[in-house]
């Protein structure tokens, strides 16, 4: 016994050596993800178009570049609109099903498995369908309102409505993601703090507010992070939906760095763009985080 | 415990074995044989299986060389550019019609090849290199028009118009006809790449055809950009007047073709590449491609030329030998007739005369075929630019000065930097 | 009860709004290529030759096999990884542990397209292009950041105590992760599999350019040989999509017993 106790003592004081654990993990972030960002960083150093060998260093003008572009100011507010947006209605729309599910009624495995289906189909093919139940000529929801004498509308021709139409159609896929993270987390909620709750009196809604909630935090906090990143990668949706238009009304950082890199061969600047992309997401995430943690409950 | 223990247990029996499997993947392969890659733009069924079938046919002659060939689709583009970019691209590839703009300075010079001789004086320039190189093997060359419903045609009375006020007249007396159940003139905005289209097909009228043209300002960078406000205003008019589909600016390309194998549509812009998904929706459809109405007094209509497939050596391939051989069995006139098929092209090499049945409107030799107008007369990477522009037109964004005004400071920034 | 209707009427209308964007995916894989009818019309001569079709134009028995390798390879792989980073991570919190899982969780945040060309020149030097060993290693690592994410932070809110009461029991600290730690953190696990798992499945980028030998592609890339400029086999895209997620589906189905009983033991008691 008391031998035990000594090798115990002894491993955790070479407390360093524990940290060999995640040399596997630092080596290959560095080789496939560290070394590659260096070079890409490079590139928006350059006028380079992406596949010449030949192309010269020009400083800082892409970054000039990308200041004085009108078009940079309409991506960046549409990609914190579907970060955000789509964050904070997957989120609540997954928590309200996640509650509901809860309940244990029967139907609630059939629920759950057709709320979650959209995540494993493809992103492209849900865009196209999303392309086929929204658009002008012969899509369902004019033909819902043919059937009702109403004029057919076009959804994605409005600038704004086309943002929406996407956030709509990436909630849809992913709200899923959202329900299976706070159904884990409701269901390792200790039943005993919910009677406690209930025996002094608390209503349904007051016992969410007061018990659930805050224990549901770090749910929440790794639910929260999750979507804004997702949502920041937002890419086929867009394209099968509106190409990004009508112009770049709906295009993404994701989606205009794609067309400024093999579209306009401009890898250069996409390449500045990238860079932009990194230091919001990084923001971004960071804020979503801390601003989560914060109000985490540790038990 | 006992379930931890199974799982991991499971995990390590499914994945070592996968791991292994996966690890011996082999790139070439064994028993002697020498192994090309080759990439085709073909997508299409039909046109794949054509391309199947020459290359076994290849294999049949050549035992001792495998073909290891890739469809990629519509990525096609992107991975040659990724390859370019890390100076590691298949053997064999088509060049799509950017030979001299964007591939020159990786393909082997063909000079020297059984067919050299053979190649069709239209398409010479067009696979030359700088400094006289074979760049290519023309399978075939364009001869594209704009895509007409003959029968629509034909129902109301109407010739094929030669000039564009005729066109847009003809479009105004389809919808009067029709009752507005036939649309004129679909072009699906919302995929971009068909408003490229129909700027590249106006501009040749607009700026090349007529005897005065604008060819040589476009090349020397002394072009009167005025002049470009003209294709944007057609454009703009065919919009207020109700002549294009009301969804212009979100339409994609699958409408199109399913509005076209509907009969609902009378114009398009798209060529030949159309022909073949319409027939397949709905093989009932006519459609022929009609000359380029012309613009000024006195021009006459033309047909949109350029590269068609084609065919290249990378020129740090490691099996040249096998490579040329590959390229020279294509060139073969059975093999180039065969690849070709019944699409509506012209063959780039002389010994083979291609029969387009009725695909056109009119057989008449002499309606000239110029060159595809972004290839020749623009900078590399001014697509884009034609289609962001245009689309930014239609949706009230930009005004057609201001379309005129970014696409010349794209095209002198392109130009100063190529 | 009212309560008990009104619950069964909330989660009718949830499941019915869901399911509408599948009951058009599966009317586009039955019904005839140039149909004109409207999409909401179930087809009356159902077209069976779609699947044929797509299975064999886009290979999709090979597409699937690959996938299939390509997914349970990494997912394991990233899961085995990041449970030995995040462990140190959430054990020993120096300002250097902390320094190295922020830069870990940074590797989140690289967007994709910006490396991709550096990536793919340095696949081309160590040979990896068209290797699915090569792409495994990409699926692991880009995934590592988000997995040490959930493991990290499901291990701190498991007392140190437990760790201890193991080493103490003569357990060395690989043991007490794999035999102790490991089962306590199902939920992480399953989160882990259900997201990244289906995020590897439905890879498109890094398998489009590092895949595209016909013998290793994936289904993602298989299934993009519908879409093309000129031509767009609609149907058979639903078609095959329909065949692609069936895998998933049925794994869905079997793992959600599993993981749900996992779940609810696995809840930690101070």
Request: net charge negative.
């Amino acid at each position: 016994m008391t031998q035990s106790i000594v090798t115990a003592r002894r491993r955790s004081n070479r407390g360093r050596g524990i940290n060999l654990y995640y040399l596997p993990a630092v080596v290959l972030l560095l080789t496939f993800i560290g070394y590659p960002f260096v070079r890409g960083i490079a590139y928006s150093l350059t006028n380079w178009n992406g596949f010449s060998p030949d192309y010269s260093f020009v400083g800082l003008d892409q970054y000039i570049r990308m200041l004085s572009d009108p078009r940079v100011l309409t991506v960046l507010v549409n990609t914190l609109i579907y970060a955000v947006g789509s964050t904070i209605l997957q989120n609540v729309l997954g928590l309200l099903y996640a509650l509901l599910l809860d309940q244990r009624l029967r139907a609630s495995n059939v629920v759950r498995t057709i709320v979650y289906l959209p995540i494993i189909v493809s992103n492209l093919i849900m865009g196209y369908i999303w392309y086929f139940m929204v658009r002008y000529n012969g899509g369902a929801l004019n033909d819902v309102l043919a059937a009702f004498g109403q004029d057919p509308v076009n959804p994605l021709a409005d600038r704004t409505l086309a943002v929406l139409v996407i956030v709509l159609a990436n909630t849809f896929q992913y709200v899923g993601v959202a329900m299976v993270l706070y159904l884990s987390g409701l269901q390792s909620i200790d039943r005993s703090y919910m009677e406690a709750a209930a025996i002094d009196g608390a209503g349904a809604v007051r016992r969410f507010w007061s018990v659930t909630l805050p224990l549901l935090a770090p749910s929440v906090t790794i639910s929260a992070v999750i979507n804004v990143i997702g949502g920041l990668n937002i890419f086929a949706v867009i394209v099968a939906l509106t190409g990004g238009g009508p112009g770049y009304a709906s295009s993404s950082l994701a989606t205009i760095t794609y067309q400024l890199y093999f579209g306009e061969q401009n890898a250069g600047y996409a390449a500045a763009l990238g860079v932009l992309t990194f230091l919001i997401a990084a923001v971004l995430g960071l804020t979503t985080l801390r601003f989560f943690r914060r109000r985490e409950v540790e038990l | 415990m006992f379930r931890k223990s199974a799982l991991l247990g499971a995990a390590a029996v499914i994945t070592v074995p996968l791991a292994l499997t996966a690890c011996s993947t082999d790139g070439n392969d064994s028993g002697g044989k020498e192994t090309i890659t080759v990439y085709s733009t073909a997508s299409e069924d039909a046109a794949v299986q054509r391309y199947n079938d020459v290359i076994a046919a290849f294999e049949a002659a050549n035992p001792d060389i495998r073909v290891e060939v890739t469809y990629p689709g519509a990525d096609y583009e992107n991975l040659l550019k990724t390859q370019m970019a890390a100076n590691d691209l298949p053997d064999v590839f088509q060049t799509h019609g950017w030979t001299q703009a964007r591939y020159q300075p990786y393909l082997l010079d063909l000079r020297g090849a059984p067919w050299e001789g053979d190649v069709s004086p239209e398409i010479l320039p067009l696979v030359t290199g700088d400094n006289g190189e074979l760049l290519a093997l023309p399978i075939s060359q364009n001869k594209a028009g704009i895509n007409v419903n003959i029968d629509i045609l034909a129902d109301y009375g109407i010739d094929v118009p030669a000039t564009w006020d005729g066109f847009v007249a003809a479009a105004e007396e389809i919808t009067e006809k029709s009752g507005g159940e036939i649309t004129p003139i679909h072009i699906a905005g919302g995929d971009s790449w068909p408003i490229g289209s129909f700027y590249n097909w106006l501009a040749i009228p607009a700026l090349i055809s007529a005897p005065d043209n604008d060819g040589a300002a476009l090349k020397d960078g002394s072009f009167d950009w005025s002049h470009w406000n003209f294709v944007s205003q057609q454009l703009k008019d065919l919009q207020d007047k109700g002549l294009v589909n009301p969804d212009i600016v979100t339409a994609k390309y699958v409408d199109s073709a399913q509005l076209m194998s509907e009969g609902k549509v009378a114009f398009t812009f798209y060529g030949q590449g159309v022909v073949s998904e319409v027939e397949r929706l709905n093989p009932d459809i006519h459609l022929q491609m009609m000359p380029i109405p012309s613009v000024h007094p006195g021009d006459t209509p033309t047909w949109s030329g350029g590269e068609g497939d084609t065919l290249a050596i990378w020129k740090d391939t490691e099996h040249v030998d096998a490579a040329k051989k590959f390229v020279d069995f294509v060139a073969q006139p059975e093999n180039v007739k065969a690849i070709i098929g019944d699409t509506p092209i012209l063959s780039g090499l002389t010994t083979v005369t291609i029969d387009s049945g009725d695909a056109y409107t009119t057989t008449d030799d002499s309606i000239r075929v110029l060159p595809a107008f972004d290839r020749e007369y623009f900078p590399s990477g001014m697509w884009d630019v034609m289609c962001a522009n245009g689309q930014e037109l239609l949706a009230g964004g930009l005004s057609v000065e201001q379309v005129t005004e970014a696409t010349k400071a794209e095209y002198e920034r392109l130009r100063a930097s190529s | 009860m009212i309560r008990r209707v009104l619950l069964h009427v909330a989660l009718a209308v949830i499941g019915l709004a869901h399911l509408v964007p599948f009951y058009l995916l599966i009317v586009l894989a039955l019904r005839r290529p140039g149909s004109s009818a409207s999409i909401w019309m179930p087809p009356m001569d159902i077209a069976w030759a779609n699947f044929a079709e797509a299975w064999a134009s886009a290979r999709l028995g090979t597409g699937l096999l690959n996938t299939l390798i390509i997914t349970s390879a990494s997912i394991t792989g990233a899961a085995l990884v990041g449970l030995l980073a995040a462990y140190p991570l959430a054990r020993r919190l120096t300002r250097g542990n902390g320094f190295v899982y922020g830069a870990i969780i940074a590797c989140m945040m690289v967007p994709n397209l910006t490396i991709l060309v550096p990536l793919y020149r340095f696949m081309v030097d160590i040979q990896g292009v068209n290797q699915r060993w090569a792409v495994i290693l990409l699926h692991i690592t880009f995934n590592l950041p988000m997995i040490v994410f959930l493991y990290a932070g499901s291990l701190r809110s498991i007392p140190r105590e437990i760790d201890e009461a193991a080493m103490i029991d003569g357990a060395g600290r690989l043991r007490t992760l794999f035999t102790v730690l490991f089962p306590l953190l199902k939920p992480a696990t399953a989160a882990a599999f259900v997201i990244v798992g289906i995020s590897i499945w439905n890879d498109f980028n890094f398998s489009l350019f590092f895949l595209q030998a016909a013998d290793v592609k994936t289904i993602t890339v298989s299934m993009s040989s519908f879409f093309s400029q000129y031509n767009s086999y609609i149907e058979r895209a639903a078609a095959g999509c329909l065949i692609s997620s069936l895998p998933m589906v049925a794994l869905f189905l079997a793992m959600q017993r599993y993981f749900i009983k996992g779940l609810a033991t696995g809840a930690v008691k101070g």
